[in-house]
């Protein structure tokens, strides 16, 4: 079992910048960030693997986020600058054990934090 708390989440002016943790309880090679807008479907927008660590982006937060983790405080962060309010949304932080891959389907992973919300005004 992998609990995932997420924390970070805050209001901020478009063009700021806003750094999330979701802290694991738990080891798990793929972790990944989610959020999900109101009315939209949850979207992937970044993951990382705990082996080799790889990383993976949504095209929509490319050159604008880094993705990390620190195995010391088993903790993964998601750096978003240039936020736009498009970025609006409850953001979750997501694991999968054993999973070799780590893509950014939200069917593919098994362990969900609560979420942080991050809102972004113009």
């Known amino acids: 079992q992998v609990q995932l708390v997420e924390s970070g989440g805050a209001s901020v002016q478009a063009g700021g910048s806003l750094r999330l943790s979701c802290a694991a309880a738990?080891?798990?090679?793929?972790m990944a960030w989610f959020r999900e807008a109101p009315g939209k479907a949850r979207e992937g927008v970044a993951s990382?693997?705990?082996?080799?660590?790889?990383?993976y982006f949504a095209d929509s937060v490319k050159g604008r986020f880094t993705i990390s983790r620190d195995k010391a405080k088993n903790t993964m962060y998601l750096q978003m600058s240039s936020l736009t309010t498009d970025d609006t949304g409850l953001y979750y932080c997501?694991?999968?054990?054993?999973?070799?891959?780590?893509?950014?389907?939200?069917?593919?992973?098994?362990?969900w934090g609560q979420g942080t919300q991050v809102t972004v005004s113009s």
């Open positions: 990382i693997r705990a082996t080799g660590g790889n990383t």
């Open positions: 738990g080891w798990s090679n793929c």
């Open positions: 997501a694991a999968n054990p054993p999973m070799v891959t780590c893509s950014l389907n939200s069917d593919d992973y098994t362990h």
